[in-house]
């Protein structure tokens, strides 16, 4: 595995916190004591589209790119327990 393929998981958890705190900050109203993170995201409010990129669909994208490294970095002879924990 190389550098990007170790830190996908780390860059994915980033990504979600700084879209929620960025997003977060500039709707008016929005406390994340009382609103559902989804709100972010919801039809009618501003950014929302940016929102749903930035904190959901690029996590899940590297979050997928690191499980399937891992995957192809598994030696042939791996036992079976390692694949299905994989």
């Given at each position: 595995m190389?550098?990007?393929?170790?830190?996908?998981?780390?860059?994915a958890a980033f990504s979600f916190v700084l879209a929620l705190l960025v997003f977060g900050t500039a709707l008016?109203?929005?406390?994340?004591?009382?609103?559902?993170?989804?709100?972010?995201?919801?039809?009618?409010?501003p950014r929302a589209t940016a929102f749903n990129a930035l904190a959901?669909?690029?996590?899940?994208?590297l979050a997928a790119w690191q499980?399937?490294?891992m995957g192809t970095a598994l030696p042939a002879a791996a036992p079976a327990v390692a694949r299905i924990g994989l």
């Amino acid at each position: 595995m190389n550098r990007f393929d170790r830190h996908a998981g780390a860059a994915a958890a980033f990504s979600f916190v700084l879209a929620l705190l960025v997003f977060g900050t500039a709707l008016e109203g929005y406390s994340q004591r009382l609103h559902p993170v989804a709100l972010l995201g919801a039809a009618g409010v501003p950014r929302a589209t940016a929102f749903n990129a930035l904190a959901f669909v690029l996590p899940g994208a590297l979050a997928a790119w690191q499980a399937w490294a891992m995957g192809t970095a598994l030696p042939a002879a791996a036992p079976a327990v390692a694949r299905i924990g994989l």
